[in-house]
Nanobody
Framework: QVQIKESGGGLVQSGESLTLSCAVS????????MAWYRQAPGQQREEVAD????????KYADTVKGRFTMSRDNAKNASSLEMNNLEPQDTGVYYC????????????????WGRGIQVSVSA
């Protein structure tokens, strides 16, 4: 079983910064993709950034390019999302999402979601 926990959310003012963290634990052989998604009230969930385990540079949604930076630590099965110059439009629930293989080299591959964490940005 795999557990995913996000942390670091909160309420900030426009222009301020927050850093979210994602910790993945359990019966993990390898995490291939780590990604961050967000969902604003009344809107669909959208991908914010993702990073493949052999890559060093993440891919970003156009709305956050230049403001958000995603990193991951493969040894710790963890990821972080540094969010700078936050805007009210960044408000939403942020989710950590992973594609991973469990147990061993022939283990099953699956997609897992964290429960999400609230980020609120006031004008």
């Amino acid at each position: 079983q795999v557990q995913i926990k996000e942390s670091g959310g909160g309420l900030v003012q426009s222009g301020e910064s927050l850093t979210l963290s994602c910790a993945v634990s359990g019966n993990i052989f390898r995490i291939y993709v780590m990604a961050w998604y967000r969902q604003a009230p009344g809107q669909q969930r959208e991908e914010v950034a993702d990073l493949y385990y052999t890559d060093t540079v993440a891919k970003y949604a156009d709305t956050v390019k230049g403001r958000f930076t995603m990193s991951r630590d493969n040894a710790k099965n963890a990821s972080s999302l540094e969010m700078n110059n936050l805007e009210p439009q960044d408000t939403g629930v942020y989710y950590c999402h992973v594609q991973l293989r469990t147990g061993h080299v022939y283990g099953s591959v699956g997609l897992n979601w964290g429960r999400g964490i609230q980020v609120s940005v006031s004008a």
